[in-house]
Nanobody
Framework: QVQPVESGGGSVQAGGSLRLSCAVS??????MGWFRQAPGKEREGVATIYRGITTYADSVKGRFTISHDGAKMPLSLQMNSLKPDDTAMYYC????????????????????WGQGTQVTVSS
């Protein structure tokens, strides 16, 4: 099974920035995204990208940018104006879908998942 590999997590003060990357080798997916899970909370969608079309959770709109510059290129998540509430384990996810509507942060179904990378934002 193909497994994405994340990198780029770390610790930052509120208001700072981090950039996450995700590499998927040997396979091309048309839907990729980032999800996160904070301690004691359910996993939630952050952002997804389907053939260049991006979708964001309301909590990160205007602060986070997901990008994917083409097949075999890494997926990125630029996170600006970070808040303590953004503290979580961030997971890269990838799958193939037959319709754009099935690529959304709303659903975490049917993805291949990375191991996660920790993001910690201090106040």
């Amino acid at each position: 099974q193909v497994q994405p590999v994340e990198s780029g997590g770390g610790s930052v003060q509120a208001g700072g920035s981090l950039r996450l990357s995700c590499a998927v080798s040997g396979y091309d997916f048309n839907c990729m995204g980032w999800f996160r899970q904070a301690p004691g909370k359910e996993r939630e969608g952050v952002a997804t990208i389907y053939r260049g079309i991006t979708t964001y959770a309301d909590s990160v709109k205007g602060r986070f940018t997901i990008s994917h510059d083409g097949a075999k290129m890494p997926l990125s998540l630029q996170m600006n104006s970070l808040k303590p509430d953004d503290t979580a384990m961030y997971y890269c996810a990838a799958k193939n879908v037959w319709a754009r509507q099935r690529c959304s942060p709303v659903s975490a179904d049917d993805y291949s998942w990375g191991q996660g990378t920790q993001v910690t934002v201090s106040s």
